[in-house]
């Protein structure tokens, strides 16, 4: 295992696209079983009113379960 930290993606992308890394690359690639290239770094935010209507759903299914186990 090899762990690599490079100071942000751009470096490490510059490493990659540098003309004289060429040669070697295949024979460092080869060498790993999977290879974890960041390509975007853009954070997928789901749609707030989804996320509402989780809420929603949730205290409807606890408020339900708090009166059905709630004694008469």
């Given amino acids: 295992m090899a762990v690599c930290r490079y100071?942000?993606?751009?470096?490490?992308?510059?490493?990659?696209?540098?003309?004289?890394?060429?040669?070697?690359?295949?024979?460092k690639f080869i060498a790993l079983e999977l290879d974890l290239v960041?390509?975007?770094?853009n954070m997928v935010i789901p749609d707030l009113r989804w996320v509402v209507g989780a809420v929603f759903v949730i205290i409807?299914?606890?408020?339900?379960?708090?009166?059905?186990?709630?004694?008469?």
């Fill in 7 to 27: 100071p942000n993606r751009r470096t490490f992308l510059k490493l990659l696209s540098d003309p004289s890394y060429a040669p070697m690359e295949p024979y």
């Fill in 38 to 41: 960041p390509v975007s770094g």
């Fill in 60 to 72: 409807f299914l606890l408020v339900g379960w708090v009166h059905a186990a709630w004694p008469h």
